[in-house]
């Protein structure tokens, strides 16, 4: 019998969570492709070693832009792929797949993503939205009768949500995240210390110096690139606190964001937001002081889940079962959107 499975198909990375297993696979979302033949020569961690190290006729892609699909046949190949890898599917039966999306995605898109995970060897196929998943995979109970609010920081997108009786009240989404930051971060080596880095340095500097706040004794690391006006190889050094400046343009537009969403809350939950302050999920959410800054700015307590990077898989894999657990019950009430075969 096929086994079912929660996908996060995220910008960054693609993490499954399977039935009675949970989370089997975490990998980069990149596709390396020969141009020349069309043929998909690695996918997952292997393609990713290959950004920006390829020769002009391979080509390491990112199928998915800002949390949504901007590559349909690479995202089907990447999914057809990674499903492929897990052994999932039964003698006679395909797997149902829950599959997670940002809020503020048009039909399209919705259409496009169910349509890729149909194609790559899903069965039923139901589509959520992110912040909600990623709530329960996080463990707030969303079906009680109060409000909970969470902040799910990705790669591509951060979405913004109050969540009460199992469905979203308010939200917001918008696109920039882990991403933008380190472009940020490229950017703001680039202008101050004439430097040309890439992807896979910019993200490494972020992991190891990012922070949403200033510091007293900044850690620091050396950079290497491509001097702007020589065009030689030079190294500079870099801290925290420089890292805080590139970071604190897109960091702010994302407290607004979180802010706009508060002030749309009815005043019951707003209450209830107070005594249970507002989870931070996502990669993004393990950025040094995020959690302070949310909280220095939206006068509740904030906290980083637990597991933050796994929550929007485990949460899918979670509904999935819920669902089962229901589908008995004739009566119950589903948000769930499903497109069948």
Same mark, same amino acid.
């Given at each position: ?115 890729? $995970?149909?194609? &790559?060897?899903?069965?039923? #196929?139901?589509? *959520? ?7 329960? @995979?996080?463990? %707030? ?9 969470v902040i799910d920081m990705g790669g ?94 897109t960091l702010q537009q994302i407290v607004? $964001?979180?802010? &706009?969403?508060?002030?749309? #809350?009815?005043? *019951? ?7 249970? @302050?507002?989870? %931070? ?61």
């Amino acid at each position: 019998m096929a086994k079912d499975i929660g996908i996060d198909l995220g910008t960054a990375n693609v993490l499954i969570y399977v039935q009675g297993k949970g989370i089997v696979l975490n990998e980069p979302s990149v596709v390396a492709i020969d141009t020349n033949t069309n043929k998909v020569l690695a996918v997952g961690s292997e393609a990713y070693r290959m950004v920006g190290r390829t020769p002009s006729n391979i080509r390491a892609i990112r199928p998915l832009k800002s949390g949504v699909i901007s590559d349909f046949d690479v995202t089907q190949e990447m999914l057809s792929y990674f499903i492929g890898k897990l052994s999932v599917k039964g003698v006679m039966s395909k797997p149902n797949i829950m599959i997670c999306a940002p809020t503020n995605i048009t039909e399209i898109e919705r259409k496009a993503i169910i349509q890729a $995970a149909e194609q &790559s060897g899903g069965g039923k #196929v139901y589509l *959520e939205y992110e912040p909600k998943v990623a709530a329960i @995979g996080a463990g %707030l109970d969303i079906f009680k009768p109060s409000g909970n609010m969470v902040i799910d920081m990705g790669g591509g997108t951060c979405d913004i949500a109050v969540l009460s009786l199992g469905d979203i009240v308010t939200s917001r989404s918008i696109r920039m995240a882990g991403d933008k930051l380190n472009a940020d971060i490229a950017n703001y080596i680039k202008d101050h210390h004439g430097l040309v880095i890439g992807e896979h340095t910019a993200e490494q500097i972020k992991i190891k110096l990012g922070t949403a706040l200033k510091v007293d004794e900044p850690k620091k690391m050396d950079v290497r690139g491509r001097d702007v006006t020589s065009g030689m190889p030079r190294q500079i050094e870099t801290d925290e606190n420089e890292i805080e400046e590139a970071l604190h343009d897109t960091l702010q537009q994302i407290v607004k $964001a979180a802010i &706009s969403v508060l002030e749309t #809350v009815p005043p *019951e939950l707003a209450s209830d937001i107070i005594d249970r @302050g507002i989870m %931070l999920t996502g990669g993004t959410s393990l950025l040094n002081g995020v959690d302070q800054l949310f909280s220095d700015n939206l006068k509740v307590p904030v906290v980083v889940s637990q597991d933050p990077l796994d929550n929007v898989a485990k949460g899918a894999g979670e509904m999935l079962e819920r669902m089962q657990k229901n589908a008995s019950d004739s009566g119950a009430k589903s948000s769930w959107f499903s497109r069948k075969k």
